[in-house]
T-cell receptor, first 113, second 111 residues
Framework: SAVISQKPSRDICQRGTSLTIQCQVDSQVTMMFWYRQQPGQSLTLIATANQGSEATYESGFVIDKFPISRPNLTFSTLTVSNMSPEDSSIYLC??????????FGPGTRLLVL | GEDVEQSLFLSVREGDSSVINCTYTDSSSTYLYWYKQEPGAGLQLLTYIFSNMDMKQDQRLTVLLNKKDKHLSLRIADTQTGDSAIYFCAEGGSGTYKYIFGTGTRLKVLA
């Protein structure tokens, strides 16, 4: 397994601003993922973040809106840019550890006013 | 397209068994997973089953897999109030490491 922390745990932001979410894992991992969970919904994969290469985005998500950094094997950031109220969600990072098993961070709860 | 479906709500009395069901569509999935999300928390991996297995038991949890019908279930024996949460099934491992999550089942345990 892996222990994952996220910062901030929650935030309230004004529309038009940007927020950077940090994800830290206690061991080196190759693959990290960023998900969005809209209120009352399931999880939707935003992108896969691999160290040393650009993130791979899923359909409906673009780098300009959700830039991702992956500077090393234990850390990643997701920025939510030019926020609108529709971006209010829980944002979760996860890592692939063991045999094709993902472990999740506690999530960042974002409210955009 | 890919769709993983679950019933939205389940209510049981403390001490009874809970059965949460999931249907999936990707027959090439290698693993199927169950996650638990408590209020205000992230997702906790409960258990997973390899696609060539029919059943897996882990303490109070029993996972049943019917590949023919693409049906997965999670049985929680002796359900406790601490089991109240949202339970997500997920399919994955079909070579891409991506998961497809179900819609989630909100389990409420009545004392």
């Amino acid at each position: 397994s892996a222990v994952i922390s996220q910062k901030p745990s929650r935030d309230i932001c004004q529309r038009g601003t940007s927020l950077t979410i940090q994800c830290q894992v206690d061991s080196q991992v190759t693959m990290m993922f960023w998900y969005r969970q809209q209120p009352g919904q399931s999880l939707t994969l935003i992108a896969t973040a691999n160290q040393g290469s650009e993130a791979t985005y899923e359909s409906g998500f673009v780098i300009d809106k959700f830039p991702i950094s992956r500077p090393n094997l234990t850390f990643s950031t997701l920025t939510v840019s030019n926020m609108s109220p529709e971006d209010s969600s829980i944002y979760l990072c996860s890592v692939l550890a063991g045999q094709e098993t993902q472990y999740f961070g506690p999530g960042t709860r974002l409210l955009v006013l | 397209g890919e769709d993983v479906e679950q019933s939205l709500f389940l209510s049981v009395r403390e001490g009874d068994s809970s059965v949460i069901n999931c249907t999936y569509t990707d027959s090439s999935s290698t693993y199927l997973y169950w996650y638990k999300q408590e209020p205000g928390a992230g997702l906790q991996l409960l258990t997973y089953i390899f696609s060539n297995m029919d059943m897996k038991q882990d303490q109070r949890l029993t996972v049943l897999l019917n590949k023919k019908d693409k049906h997965l279930s999670l049985r929680i024996a002796d359900t406790q109030t601490g089991d109240s949460a949202i339970y997500f099934c997920a399919e994955g491992g079909s070579g891409t490491y991506k998961y497809i999550f179900g819609t989630g089942t909100r389990l409420k345990v009545l004392a």
